[in-house]
């Protein structure tokens, strides 16, 4: 049964349309987006779509294909932080940051459709909202462009969902498009898409789910954010994107041990992320991985956001050949990707399983991804 069938199903009329946005790895660039920083991000093929129709009157009523008992309604006056939970808030927060910024909606009836891994670390939550935002773009006629529909998600994602995340991965699943991989400057949104075809190398890109689900709204990531703000305070900088990689360790002498670390990590996480793009414009796949690896040894042990299993991923996918591996997103938890010659990809896969399996941890999920396109509207 298609979506838009289900949809007819669910509520007797036919949707207006479908629309899909899909998850992201990030290749480099971690902690960096909520320090005004660097990002290199790529749109994954799978994705959630979202069928909807408007109401003439102002009920939100929601059904996911993935949670058959989980169905909510709600007024769109009854709308607020916490109300409703669960699946249900990152539709209903779109629909509540819309109104936030002025904008006139009426109710809606929505089914959808959730392919990303949840929880995964591939911004399954992010690929949802933004599903939903240009499904109410179009249906009610909002006019709003690519960043306007990233601070819109932004703000549904920070102040409904509350998880204080960056706008990296908006802005990746809105602007992704096939083949490449995005440039992003955080700071001024300036954005470059760079090519990314490891396959045309002999290379393939593989994402390793540990199945540790991991939620940005529990406090470890707010206290990442909230330590590189007392950092910058501290040096007399607005953000960790104004600290230069010359004369670091001087500048970070005064302050206090993690919030040293915290900062190392930022800024050397910042100029790895131009370095990469330089490596993978002249497909240097070598000098590319180098920089992945000491990302992860920096979010291991600077930023301390990893995990046993990431970090067993990581080393695992190197042991079988990988010439890069690092964990990707927000970590404690979710996934790593690895780049390695396409010929170890069987080997890659039987050593992070055994690896798993040594540990008495859960299989974990292996597949391969490649640059694929953003968000859009799909029937
Ligand atoms: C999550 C957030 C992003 C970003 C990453 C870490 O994916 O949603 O904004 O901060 O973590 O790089």
């Known amino acids: 049964m298609t979506l838009a069938e289900a949809f007819r199903m669910t509520y007797d009329v036919r949707p207006s349309g479908v629309w899909s946005a899909p998850g992201r790895v990030n290749l480099i660039g971690e902690h960096t987006d909520y320090n005004d920083g660097f990002v290199l991000p790529f749109a994954i093929a799978a994705r959630t779509s979202v069928a909807a129709a408007p109401r003439d009157d102002d009920l939100l009523r929601m059904r996911s294909l993935q949670q058959p008992s989980g169905d909510a309604s709600v007024t769109l006056d009854a709308l607020e932080p916490g109300r409703p939970e669960g699946w249900a808030s990152y539709v209903a927060g779109v629909v509540w940051a819309v109104r936030e910024q002025g904008h006139e909606v009426r109710g809606a009836d929505l089914v959808v459709d959730?392919?990303?891994?949840?929880?995964?670390?591939?911004?399954?939550?992010?690929?949802?909202?933004?599903?939903?935002?240009?499904?109410?773009?179009?249906?009610f006629g909002l006019g709003l462009d690519t960043d306007a529909l990233a601070d819109l998600t932004r703000l549904a994602e920070n102040k409904f969902v509350g998880a204080p995340t960056g706008l990296m991965d908006q802005l990746a699943l809105l602007r992704g498009q096939a083949g490449h991989a995005l440039f992003l400057d955080t700071r001024s949104l300036h954005a470059e898409q760079v090519p990314l075809d490891p396959a045309a190398d002999g290379y393939a890109l593989v994402v390793i789910d540990t199945k540790v689900h991991h939620s940005l709204g529990d406090g470890a990531y707010a206290d990442r954010r909230a330590a590189c703000e007392r950092a910058a305070a501290q040096l007399g900088l607005g953000s960790l994107r104004d600290l230069a990689l010359d004369g670091l360790a001087q500048r970070l002498a005064g302050l206090d041990d993690e919030l040293c670390r915290r900062a190392r990590h930022v800024v050397t996480e910042n100029a790895r992320v131009p370095a990469a793009v330089d490596a993978l414009r002249s497909r240097d796949w070598a000098e590319l991985g180098s920089l992945m690896n000491a990302s992860h040894t920096s979010l291991r042990d600077d930023y301390e956001v990893s995990c046993d299993e990431l970090d067993v991923a990581v080393e695992a996918a190197r042991r079988a050949g990988a010439v890069a591996a690092r964990m990707t997103g927000g970590g404690f938890g979710g996934s790593a990707i690895a780049l390695a010659p396409a010929r170890r990809m069987p080997a890659l896969r039987s050593e992070v399983v055994s690896a798993f399996a040594a540990a008495g941890w859960p299989t974990p999920g292996v597949f391969e991804v490649a640059p694929s396109d953003g968000a859009r509207r799909d029937h």
């Open 114 to 139: 959730g392919r990303v891994p949840l929880g995964g670390g591939l911004s399954s939550s992010h690929a949802l909202e933004v599903a939903v935002a240009i499904a109410v773009n179009d249906l």
